[in-house]
């Protein structure tokens, strides 16, 4: 931003002009005639008038430059037909005043609709990203597709009542968004998840708090990496009849540790620790098979043993 000392100019032309008006013998002043106006001051009202008209541009201007196209519209639209034939019936309306960005088909929600894969780069909301603050996807949206919401710094709740596959990345860096599917039925609602894939809520450095329900059966790796301040979870806590990896089922063990657990419910797989957990006798989880990266990152654990059916232990598992 720029910034236009009016009284300094104002003051420059007054000075000049009136040293050119009585170097040169062209002005007179009658102090007889109430109405006499000076050359100068005409000038000087002139260049007034141009100066002011810039000082207003700059300000303009500056902001937007500052907030981009969100400081000159309230309400953005667009559709998705450039990711496919498949996603042409798909909308998104974006409100920059109220911050909900809004997912729906434009026939209505008799089909199930998708998310399309998206990249870090691409979302046709890329440029109104610090707008967003919630997002609303209408009931007939079964899938968020990969990378769909990356970097939405300001989001802070996601209502998606028929969405039932989180994609890879789709959540990934929301560094603001803290609870997902909360008991209030009206913060964070996803009630339908099934399957939840890799990274999903990576870099979610201020979720503490997750809960899902008994549909789901599937997650992915590193879904939780880097959340940093995790510290309770609900998982279904059952063994399903198929799974990827060997992964089929959950269980929270008494310490807070979420554990996958295989076909037959033997627990195999650690994958998130409670932030702050200072004692884990995991010597005695004697069928653990791998350790998950950053499974017990920012933790207070001072001493370790493994038991030795541990064949793989992620990065970062003990940051």
């Known amino acids: 931003m720029f910034i236009i000392d009016v009284n300094k100019i104002f003051c420059y032309y007054i000075k000049n002009s009136a040293k050119k008006a009585i170097t040169n013998g062209k002005h007179i002043l009658s102090l007889n005639t109430k109405r006499a106006k000076p050359a100068y001051m005409e000038d000087y009202q002139m260049k007034k008038r141009v100066i002011s008209t810039l000082l207003a541009l700059s300000i303009v201007l500056s902001l937007f430059t500052a907030y981009g ?16 034939a498949d996603y042409a019936d798909l909308r998104w309306e974006l409100n920059t005043i109220t911050g909900i960005l809004r997912i729906f088909s434009q026939t209505g929600n008799q089909q199930q609709a998708t998310i399309p894969d998206l990249t870090p780069t691409n979302a046709p909301w890329l440029s109104y990203r610090p707008a967003i603050s919630t997002i609303w996807l209408a009931p007939n949206i079964i899938r968020i597709g990969e990378y769909a919401f990356y970097g939405l710094l300001n989001l802070t709740d996601v209502v998606a009542p028929g969405v039932e596959v989180i994609g890879r990345n789709a959540f990934e860096g929301c560094i603001a968004l803290t609870e997902v599917n909360t008991p209030d039925p009206y913060t964070n609602v996803m009630p339908a998840i099934r399957i939840i894939e890799d990274f999903a809520f990576s870099g ?7 809960h899902f329900p008994d549909s789901l059966t599937e997650i992915g790796f590193g879904v939780f990496v880097g959340c940093k301040q995790l510290q309770t979870f609900t998982f279904p806590n059952r063994v399903y009849p198929d799974g990827p990896f060997g992964n089929v089922g959950f269980l929270v063990d008494e310490y807070g540790v979420l554990i996958a657990r295989n076909i037959s419910g033997i627990p195999t797989r650690i994958i998130k ?47």
């Open 69 to 84: 196209p969100m400081a000159m519209a309230q309400t953005l639209e667009g559709g998705f037909a450039d990711f496919g």
């Open 204 to 210: 979610c450095i201020e979720l503490n708090e997750v």
């Open 273 to 319: 620790a409670p932030s702050g957990i200072a004692d884990y006798p995991m010597e005695l989880q004697g069928t653990i098979v791998v350790i998950e990266p950053e499974a017990f990152a920012f933790s207070n654990l001072t001493s370790v043993r493994f038991p030795a059916s541990v064949a793989d232990i992620g990065r970062d598992a003990f940051f």
